[in-house]
Structure formats: structure tokens, C-alpha cells
């Protein structure tokens, strides 16, 4: 059975910094590809970013420059660093996985299994 459990959300002011990390077990995590997605308030889900089975990383535009994501094969685990936060990246952050998912993934759709969220508030 496949688990994503996502760790690390919490109150940070503009411009300060949090780091999210998601735990896979279940899988074959080297064959795994794992994304980010958040939902604000009132809004649907979007993509955040995406880290292939392959090691090939991709951000939406709202995030690049801003945003790192990483995996570490040996520990089943991603992290997102997210630094200069904005009180519009408030939002329910979600981890995904999906096997072999392609670099392109970029609905929900695209995978099929999804950690519980993480609550990431940014305000003063």
C-alpha cells in the first residue's frame, strides 16, 4: 500500500522561508516520480512543481527561482525549500507520486497517489 506523508508546513512571514518534505513507502522509489501541488482558499488545485523518476525538475512560473525541489533516493523522501514566501503561496500543499510519471505531468490526473497536505500560511 501506497503511503505519501508530508511534513513541515506551518505560519512564516513574507519573505521568510519553509521547508516541506514528503515520505513515500510502498513503492519502488527510484521508478517514482513526485510533484507538489497546493490548493488556496477558494481555488482549485494547481501544479507546483515536479521531480521525475529520472531526476528532471520542473517548476511552475509562479514559483521558479523561489522554490527548489529535491529527492533523496536512499531515504524515499522529497523536500521542497521554499524561500522568499509571498502571502499568495498560502495554500494546502499536497505531495503526489506516480510511477514513471513524465517530466509534462501537470493535473492531478497525471497521478495516483497523494499524501493528506500540509497547511502553508504566509502572513504578517
Known amino acids: 500500500q501506497v503511503q505519501l506523508v508530508e511534513s513541515g508546513g506551518g505560519l512564516v512571514q513574507p519573505g521568510g522561508s519553509l521547508r516541506l518534505s514528503c515520505a513515500a513507502s510502498?513503492?519502488?522509489?527510484?521508478?517514482?516520480?513526485m510533484a507538489w501541488f497546493r490548493r488556496a482558499p477558494g481555488k482549485e488545485r494547481e501544479f507546483v512543481t515536479i521531480?521525475?523518476?529520472?531526476?528532471?525538475?520542473d517548476y511552475a512560473d509562479s514559483v521558479k527561482g523561489r522554490f527548489t525541489l529535491s529527492r533523496d533516493n536512499a531515504r524515499n523522501t522529497v523536500t521542497l525549500q521554499m524561500n522568499s514566501l509571498k502571502p499568495e503561496d498560502t495554500a494546502v500543499y499536497y505531495c503526489?507520486?506516480?510511477?514513471?510519471?513524465?517530466?509534462?505531468?501537470?493535473?492531478?490526473?497525471?497521478?495516483?497517489?497523494w499524501g493528506q497536505g500540509t497547511q502553508v500560511d504566509v502572513s504578517s
Open positions: 503526489a507520486g506516480q510511477w514513471r510519471g513524465a517530466l509534462y505531468s501537470r493535473t492531478p490526473d497525471d497521478f495516483a497517489d
Open positions: 521531480i521525475t523518476w529520472l531526476d528532471r525538475v
Open positions: 510502498g513503492v519502488t522509489f527510484s521508478t517514482y516520480t
